[in-house]
């Protein structure tokens, strides 16, 4: 089976770009990693991938007039380097649903936080004033509403009570660069099904990891 030319979109840092990046070296893994794409040209993951000799590109979306303008840039460059399927690691900007549409199935991303639960940003924060005792990250299908989409992957741990939002965040954070290679590994091979919200078709792989309390 031939891989599926992957783009990864950030916004910054990148490590669960890098996660992606080191998953897709092992020969077997069925996705390519053909471009890192960042809206904020500054953004210090972009020279992670360049790095280790990732295409790169920057569509700085201060110059675009508008969501739509934007994103015909992105679906260009995507074009350009014959992509067919997205990864979203920390990229912070919400797509149109036009964008959406065209990439359905072939689009997901990563949520620090437990899907349904605490969509948006400050996940960490919420989460500890909330008082929850369990936490974690998803992978999911990208939809129009921001984070609703169908969860592929996710990973929970213990909050304890010394947790600050940063402490905490860097455990889920963790987890992250475990669950995303294996939800991109599943989603690429096409071995997933999606019916309404129910991704199945993992084949035994686990998709619920705990991480044993620390
Ligand atoms: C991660 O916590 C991810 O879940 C969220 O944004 C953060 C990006 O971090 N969407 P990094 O750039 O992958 O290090």
Redesign the pocket.
């Known amino acids: 089976m031939s891989k599926r030319r992957t783009a990864i979109l ?1 916004s ?6 890098a996660s992606l990046i080191d998953a897709a070296k092992a020969p077997e893994y069925p996705a390519d990693i053909a471009l890192v794409l960042s809206n904020r040209p500054e953004a210090p ?1 972009l020279a992670t991938a360049k790095a280790q000799g990732i295409a790169t590109a920057a569509v700085d979306h201060k110059i675009y007039a508008g969501r739509e303008a934007f994103e015909a840039s992105l679906q260009k460059m995507l074009q350009a380097h014959r992509i067919d399927f997205i990864c979203l ?2 990229f912070m900007r919400m797509l149109t649903p036009a964008f959406v549409t065209h990439w359905e199935g072939r689009l997901i991303n ?3 936080s437990l899907l349904p639960s605490y969509k948006g940003l400050h996940t960490h924060e919420r989460a500890l004033a909330d008082g929850v005792k369990i936490h974690g ?1 998803s992978v999911h299908y990208v939809v129009a509403e921001m984070d609703a989409g169908p969860i592929i992957a996710q990973a929970a741990v213990s909050v304890l009570d010394d947790d600050t939002p940063d402490t905490l965040g860097k455990r889920v ?1 963790e987890q ?1 660069h475990v669950i995303y290679p294996l939800a991109l590994r599943l989603a690429a091979s096409g071995a997933l099904k999606i019916d309404n919200m129910r991704v199945t078709g993992a084949r035994g792989a686990p998709c619920a990891m705990v991480s044993p309390r620390v």
């Open positions: 950030i910054g840092r990148g490590s669960n770009m993951g690691a920390g990563i949520h620090p990250c954070l992250e």
